[in-house]
């Protein structure tokens, strides 16, 4: 019997155990490999349990100071600030039910995609759990998990936030991501990047390596524990969908209607290394509404604009999935 067996946890079938050891999923329920959004049952584009809240208190929070585009396109840049650690994740909102139903849809559908961990990586799992059950007492999502629940599930379920763990690597020091709960990528997948380097995690992201790769790496590498660092970053894409690991890019001659279709995507990010572990774990809480919301803030409108007018190609086409979305959506934020 493997290590996970005992916990309601095996290999995936067909491998006759020679998968990869850190890929488990439950018995029975595994779909096999990405496919579409068409493929996920109960979280279809069409489902009416969609976290489509467009509230005035969740456009307030995903249109809170400071914007993550309001210093402009032409450079990214780190932003990192402190944040005091009772604010580290955050568990209440208009959206966090939402999100919340869809993670466990998520971790009984698409385990396999959205639940990885490295050998090796057990300890620190277990003290991040810890961490975030501390977090979580006394919240409404505060609620019992089945005794054997794999703690990168049990972590996730209670907060909206995404989870990546970071340990050094033994050989050349560098940071890699060894355990991950990903409900909600968007244009990647966790099976693509578990066992990477924290700079080719970020290989398809333009510019990364030249403006951001080593600030970060310096960010990660000195952060003492007790700390929390905060950052924010944003994007355009075409659809409400939260598990986005495909990209949801313009097709070309899908121009009509677009500006109605594109939703503006915040990424709250934080940073923080457990102090048992010395792990540094990366959150990713996703805000997100239409782009028509902003006709509410005319200053975040004309914000976005600025930014948006400033991408240089290569990001534009990262950031809002086409370069083509660029005049449509300037065109209609002047407007605003």
């Given at each position: 019997m493997d290590d996970h067996a005992a916990d309601g946890f095996a290999p995936l079938p067909g491998t006759n155990g020679g998968c990869p050891p850190f890929l488990f999923t439950r018995r029975a329920t595994y779909r096999g490999a990405m496919a579409t959004w068409d493929d996920v049952p109960g979280v279809t584009a069409s489902s009416n349990n969609l976290p489509l809240h467009t509230t005035t208190a969740a456009t307030a929070r995903l249109l809170r100071r400071p914007l993550p585009f309001a210093a402009g396109g032409a450079r990214h840049k780190v932003g990192a600030r402190k944040v005091e650690p009772a604010d580290w994740l955050e568990l209440t909102g208009d959206d966090v039910a939402g999100q919340l139903a869809q993670k466990r849809r998520l971790f009984e559908d698409r385990r396999g995609d959205v639940l990885r961990a490295l050998p090796g990586s057990a300890q620190a799992c277990e003290e991040l759990l810890g961490m975030v059950r501390e977090a979580a007492a006394g919240t409404p999502s505060d609620t019992p998990m089945p005794s054997g629940v794999n703690?990168?599930?049990?972590?996730?379920?209670?907060?909206?936030?995404?989870?990546?763990?970071?340990l050094p690597d033994p050989a050349s020091g560098e940071l890699v991501l060894v355990a991950g709960s990903v409900c909600f990528p968007n244009r990647w997948l966790l099976a693509d990047k578990i066992g990477r380097a924290v700079t080719a995690v970020h290989t398809p992201v333009p510019r990364y390596a030249s403006q951001l790769g080593s600030p970060v790496d310096r960010l990660m590498q000195r952060l003492p524990a007790g700390r929390v660092m905060e950052r924010s970053n944003w994007g355009l894409v075409d659809?409400?969908?939260?598990?986005?690991?495909?990209?949801?890019?313009?097709?070309?001659?899908?121009?009509?209607?677009?500006?109605?279709?594109?939703?503006?995507?915040?990424?709250?990010?934080?940073?923080?290394?457990?102090?048992?572990?010395?792990?540094?774990?990366?959150?990713?809480?996703?805000?997100?509404?239409?782009?028509?919301?902003?006709?509410?803030?005319?200053?975040?409108?004309?914000?976005?604009?600025?930014?948006?007018?400033?991408?240089?190609?290569?990001?534009?086409?990262?950031?809002?999935?086409?370069?083509?979305?660029?005049?449509?959506?300037?065109?209609?934020?002047?407007?605003?």
């Open positions: 703690p990168l599930e049990e972590a996730g379920s209670p907060a909206p936030e995404d989870f990546c763990l970071h659809g409400p969908e939260l598990y986005a690991p495909l990209g949801r890019n313009v097709e070309p001659g899908a121009e009509r209607g677009l500006f109605e279709r594109l939703w503006l995507r915040i990424e709250r990010q934080t940073l923080r290394r457990l102090p048992q572990t010395g792990a540094i774990v990366f959150t990713i809480r996703t805000l997100q509404a239409p782009v028509s919301v902003l006709r509410s803030d005319p200053e975040a409108a004309a914000l976005l604009a600025r930014a948006i007018g400033e991408l240089p190609p290569d990001v534009a086409d990262y950031k809002l999935g086409s370069v083509a979305v660029k005049d449509a959506v300037l065109s209609r934020l002047a407007a605003f």
